[in-house]
């Protein structure tokens, strides 16, 4: 509608009508979006509920894993995390509590017993915007989300590249 608008001024040549809007595209293009659009959700959760307070030294990695979702994809998940322990910058938060008889997922989340896993079995991430629906990778440096990914078995590879993991 604005559009129309737009291109019925007659003072406008439509070449200048055309330079406008592709400036207009242009400089709405350059501004940097986050990838994830929860981040100062995200931000207020971990230190609210969580009592962690990001620094800017770091890029933090995060792993948010709703326990109750896909069985396969947070079995894979929590193995990618296991394998990955070692990361400094990698912190696990397990969500709520894992209700399936899955003694796999049991097993994993027992070996998960390192500094940087937190878990959240009070559901305190509900009560937050944070748009999960299965385990999610974000990535924040400097307060901004610069990676984002809700992980399914078949894009686990590309996050274990991104991030140069095993």
Known sequence: MLLRIFFNLRFF????????VSVAVILSCSQPEEPYRHT???IKYLSLDMNLELTDTIQYKFLLVPLKSCSPCVSETLEMAYMNRQDSSLFVFLLGENEKDDLHLREITMK???DNVFW???????YHDLGLVGPTVV??????????IRL???NISQVKTHFNWK
């Open 13 to 20: 040549n439509f070449s200048r009508k055309l330079t406008i």
């Open 40 to 42: 100062a959700e995200l």
């Open 112 to 114: 998960l017993q390192y």
């Open 120 to 126: 959240d079995l009070d559901g305190k991430y509900l």
């Open 139 to 148: 990535s924040i440096d400097k307060g901004r989300s610069n990676y984002f």
């Open 152 to 154: 399914k078995v078949e």
